[in-house]
């Protein structure tokens, strides 16, 4: 069955700084219409960082929106014609001081599709330089260098909520898994 | 280090029927003032029924803020007063037209922390009756029997890119290979 939907009238309610929100007037493929509230975002970028002794670099940060500390693994919003790689290797500089030339891409994520338009780009980095990091002004975050095994437990456990982050462990964990078993 | 933000004066920007707007006024925990532009959302839930052939039951749906046809497991809005596991098989049944009476916590991801409040409850449904589903109106999606195998392969090729689907098919497969391992 065809499900598209098309747009009727575009109708802008608030544009922000990190995000615009819409209502737009939509015809259904049955020819009956609806209103569709989504946010328009430029979309994100994050990498897995696990060094040699198999730790993975995770930041926390407090995230207004829950009231709550959580664990991620770094990420950001893509700058005006950034590339999500390029983003991804200059979040890893900033918020934990690790340089990387390769990075494995572990695809892209849609984290709630029914009203946000975000594409989170997620990569794997396994071989980078130790070195200080530069958080943007006012970005208060603690680096934690955790036991990749751990994070995967804190995944179990539910510990570790963050979708990207989850998705980014998760993926690795099956890549070793398909690994060893060849 | 506290990294705690506290809310100065809370800005509804927008009351909508599936999202609220605000951009609050906070005080970081360095002393300095920023504006925080966020979702209100009252949560979701979803469930990853797989049936004893090992198939998935997935949907296929129009996503109006993509422009695509996404694959995802059944889920949707909570209703008002409604627990996280009631809509999980409320859902369930509409979208797939499956009975369970019990399902696994899967734990709860938090799609994209930095603009949005909602959490997005997992479960897991092993033992369910097959019956008729009955969707919402205007509700117009496709059901899809998958193989498991071949799901995890598609989230490995970034054809599932839904997070709530690719986090419930990687902590079915992270169980699977611990519960193998034992």
Known sequence: MDCREYT??????????ILDLYN???????????????VRHSGGSSVIAVDEQDYVYLVEQFRYPYGEMLLEIPAGK???????Y??????????VGLSAHN???????????????????????????VGEYCLDEHELLNVKKVKFDKAV??????????????T???KVVLMRTRASNQ
């Not at 737009?24 to 989504?38: I, K, P, T």
């Not at 437990?153 to 989850?166: L, R």
């Open 8 to 17: 009727k009238k575009r109708n802008l309610i608030y544009k922000g700084r």
């Open 24 to 38: 737009d007037e939509v015809e259904l493929a049955d020819g009956s219409e609806a209103m569709r509230e989504y």
């Open 78 to 84: 893509l700058n005006e014609g950034e590339s999500p």
């Open 86 to 95: 390029d983003c991804a290797l200059r979040e890893l500089k900033e918020e």
């Open 103 to 129: 990075i494995i891409d572990l695809g892209v994520i849609y984290p709630s599709p029914a009203y946000t338009d975000e594409p989170l780009h997620i990569y794997y980095a396994k071989d980078f330089k």
């Open 153 to 166: 437990d804190m995944v179990c456990n539910n510990v570790i909520k963050d979708a990207k982050t989850v």
């Open 168 to 170: 980014a462990i998760l």
